[in-house]
């Protein structure tokens, strides 16, 4: 077996932390009360848990479904279906999901650009649509005979005309690289720090300050699909209070429920697959001492690659290992 790179901070799971994590999943075979899957994992398939799960109690629903590609996930497959047939699988399932959303609960469903027409299709029937949101995928492969695919789609919508949106809670700081001062010669809408001269906006629908995670990183596990943290960080602040429920029906390795806990939301997830459900735990259990979401600091998220004292501190403390 190849030696991994001296810098590589995959997470992965040992036999013993398997047997470990196994014994705290959880399934349903009756309807069950909140509690029973508040700050829980259950593995299971989906469509054999939405008819237990409790009604009105979930605040932010996100999903990250399979998208229209086949691709293997450890030892299952998805395959691409027909248009239609990708419609009525997402239909089967997010159809059920509305009873267990509050009236003012925000729903973000993720999709490439094959499968995004699908996902505004069905969601639209359901829920009222709020926006799409791009982000840039840095690491899109490239193409021979088709421009090279680095993006993903990301749709927003609501339950009801009432919902949080927590605007002032995902302002991005930008690197101003042509500070302007006003007539005393004082920095106009921008600030200077240690760090370099920064400009706090609004987050926009495009995200092109998002990394996704690589073998150096301390959130990377062996999941193939994996969300950043970063990414899951700004749609729980934005559309969430401390303290809320957030369901993630397609947890993969965890992402969602750990970044809910690092932001004192409450979480409750959903994976058919038990080794992806056991990284989610250790995960879980590592988030305990380690509160820390890269690009994110001071209250505010930071462009790709400017926080630098972040990056070199993280670098350190993998020398020191």
Not at 22 to 33: D, F, G, H, N, T
Not at 138 to 155: L, Q, V, Y
Request: charge should be positive; include cysteine; glycine fraction near 4%.
């Amino acid at each position: 077996m190849k030696k991994p790179a001296k810098l590589n901070r995959t997470i992965k799971l040992s036999k013993e932390e398997i047997k470990k994590y196994r014994s705290r999943l959880i399934s349903l075979c009756e309807p069950v009360k909140i509690n029973a899957v508040t700050n829980k994992i259950i593995n299971q398939d989906l469509l054999n848990a939405i008819d237990f799960l409790p009604e009105d109690f979930v605040d932010l629903l996100f999903i990250d479904p399979p998208y229209n590609l086949t691709k293997k996930f450890n030892e299952r497959f998805f395959k691409e279906m027909d248009l239609r047939d990708y419609e009525m699988w997402l239909d089967s399932w997010l159809s059920k999901l509305r009873k267990i959303l509050k009236r003012n609960s925000s729903i973000y469903i993720c999709g490439d650009w094959k499968s995004s027409s699908s996902i505004f299709k069905v969601g639209s029937k359901y829920f009222k649509v709020r926006n799409r949101i791009t982000w840039e995928r840095e690491k899109g492969r490239g193409a021979k005979s088709n421009w090279k695919n680095c993006t993903e789609d990301i749709w927003f919508f609501t339950n009801s005309n009432t919902y949080t949106f927590n605007v002032h809670d995902v302002k991005l700081r930008r690197k101003v690289i042509a500070p302007y001062t006003d007539e005393n010669k004082k920095p106009k809408d921008w600030k200077k720090n240690t760090k370099g001269n920064f400009r706090d906006t609004y987050s926009s629908n495009i995200w092109s300050d998002i990394s996704v995670p690589f073998w150096s990183m301390p959130e990377n596990t062996v999941h193939p699909t994996q969300k950043p943290e970063k990414l899951l960080a700004k749609i729980i602040l934005a559309s969430s209070k401390k303290g809320d429920v957030v369901f993630d029906p397609f947890l993969g390795s965890g992402t969602t429920a750990v970044v809910a806990k690092k932001l004192g939301r409450k979480f409750v997830g959903i994976e058919i697959d038990e080794e992806y459900c056991c990284l989610a735990l250790k995960r879980l259990e590592l988030a305990e001492n380690d509160k820390r979401i890269q690009g994110y600091e001071d209250g505010v998220f930071w462009e790709r690659n400017t926080l630098i004292d972040q990056v070199k501190n993280q670098k350190l403390k993998v020398k020191r290992r």
